[in-house]
Structure formats: C-alpha cells, structure tokens
C-alpha cells in the first residue's frame, strides 16, 4: 500500500507459489506490479518434490495460476530441463504444463550442476558428471554436462523450448526434429524465439527494441 500510495512506476516482482492469494495478488496489482515471476522448476510433482525437494503440488500451481489471473496479473513461470535423470517425456510434460496452467511468460533453462549444491553433489554420486568445478564450460542456454539416457534430445528439446510454449500443437513436429543434431540452426532457432516469444514479453518491448538487443546478444555470445 505504502508504495503504491507514493508511486505509479510499474514493477516485476519473485512470489512464491505457495504463498500466494487473493489479498496479495490484489495488492500487488494495485500497487502497480505487471508481472509476478514464481519457480516451477518441474511440470512433474514427482522430480519437483523428490529431486529438487520443492514441495509444492501441481494443484497448488494451478489455484495460484486461477488466483493471478482474478486479479489481473500477468506471471512468469521459471523452469528447468535436463534435470539429473530426467526423462524426455518428463522435460515436454514440463512444458505442457507451463501451458496447461497459462503461464504468460514462461522460462526454461537447462540445469547445470554447481559446486556444493546437494543435487550436483548427488548427481556427482551417481556418475552423472565427471568433475565438479567453478567452470562449467557450459551456460544454462547452451548444453548439459549430465551423462545419461536422452539427454542429447532433452538439449534439443530446449532449443525448441519457446516454440512449443508458443505453439503447443508444434510438440509433435519437434519430436521428430529432436531425433536429429543441427547445433548452428538449432542455437539460432532457440535465440530468435528467446527475444521473440520470452524477452519481449517479459519487458514489454517494442519489436525495434528487441531487435537491438538480439543482436547486442549476438555479438555477446559469439
């Protein structure tokens, strides 16, 4: 109330999940708050409580998605595929469940095992990854360093990522693409839908705006 008595700037803001509700939700949105970011992490309850120890149920995204959307508020859900012993099937239910629930700006990003955490140490444990270092070598847009079954598919999968999000009718064309490696066409589709489909709607960008940016990234990552 405080801010949104003193200032009409509009702002972004993390929530949790389980949190959330309808008096919150309200308050954020007249305060002036555009958007709400929450971790999902996994479409799949299982992977989300035992792996990545996140206890909060599919039910319970779905009734803060409902309540967001009463009050008018637009929500980024923040994902993870590629995630230690992970299932193909699992990283596209993943994205079928940003979609199931309306995510407005969905997020995805391929897990990467950082130094003392309990998962990488895990995975460490299970022969997954080699070593445990400060330098990956890898980012979370580009490639995995986890060694196990379909991982080569969940990395294309990712490439595919925005596309899917976007147009969820796509997944069967993509299933088909993923079977196959085009890294250079691959990482192109990937950046174009990024600014396309994720960052212009996260910033509200014009579509000259997100022009500029894409190629500042361009020369960034090259």
């Given at each position: 109330?405080?801010?949104?008595?003193?200032?009409?700037?509009?702002?972004?803001?993390?929530?949790?999940?389980?949190?959330?509700?309808?008096?919150?939700?309200?308050?954020?949105?007249?305060?002036?708050?555009?958007l709400?970011?929450?971790?999902?992490?996994?479409?799949?309850?299982?992977?989300?409580?035992?792996?990545?120890?996140?206890?909060v149920?599919?039910?319970?995204?779905?009734q803060?998605?409902?309540?967001?959307?009463?009050?008018?508020?637009?929500?980024a859900?923040?994902?993870?595929?590629?995630?230690?012993?992970?299932?193909?099937?699992?990283?596209?239910?993943?994205?079928?469940?940003?979609?199931?629930?309306?995510?407005?700006?969905?997020?995805?990003?391929?897990?990467?095992?950082?130094p003392?955490?309990?998962?990488?140490?895990?995975a460490?444990?299970?022969?997954?990854?080699?070593?445990?270092?400060?330098?990956?070598?890898?980012d979370i847009?580009?490639?995995?360093?986890?060694?196990?079954?379909?991982?080569?598919?969940?990395?294309?999968?990712h490439?595919?990522?925005?596309?899917?999000?976007?147009?969820?009718?796509?997944?069967?064309?993509?299933?088909?693409?993923?079977?196959?490696?085009?890294?250079v066409?691959?990482?192109?589709?990937?950046?174009?839908?990024?600014?396309?489909?994720?960052?212009?709607?996260?910033?509200?960008?014009?579509?000259?705006?997100?022009?500029i940016?894409?190629?500042?990234?361009?020369r960034?990552y090259?």
């Open positions: 109330e405080a801010y949104g008595s003193k200032f009409r700037i509009p702002f972004y803001c993390n929530v949790r999940a389980d949190q959330m509700n309808e008096e919150l939700a309200f308050a954020l949105k007249d305060a002036g708050c555009y709400v970011s929450f971790g999902l992490e996994s479409g799949v309850e299982k992977i989300r409580t035992e792996v990545l120890k996140k206890n149920t599919n039910e319970r995204f779905r803060t998605a409902d309540i967001l959307k009463k009050a008018g508020l637009r929500f859900a923040t994902n993870m595929v590629g995630l230690p012993n992970e299932s193909l099937e699992d990283a596209i239910r993943t994205l079928q469940f940003n979609v199931e629930i309306g995510a407005d700006v969905p997020w995805v990003s391929l897990y990467q095992p950082f003392k955490t309990h998962l990488a140490e895990k460490l444990e299970e022969g997954l990854i080699k070593k445990l270092d400060d330098n990956l070598g890898y847009h580009t490639d995995s360093r986890l060694c196990q079954p379909e991982i080569d598919e969940i990395v294309r999968l490439k595919f990522a925005f596309v899917v999000l976007k147009f969820p009718q796509s997944i069967s064309l993509v299933r088909k693409l993923i079977k196959r490696d085009h890294p066409l691959y990482y192109y589709i990937h950046r174009v839908t990024y600014f396309w489909f994720y960052f212009r709607r996260e910033r509200l960008m014009s579509w000259r705006r997100v022009i940016e894409a190629f500042a990234a361009m960034y090259s």
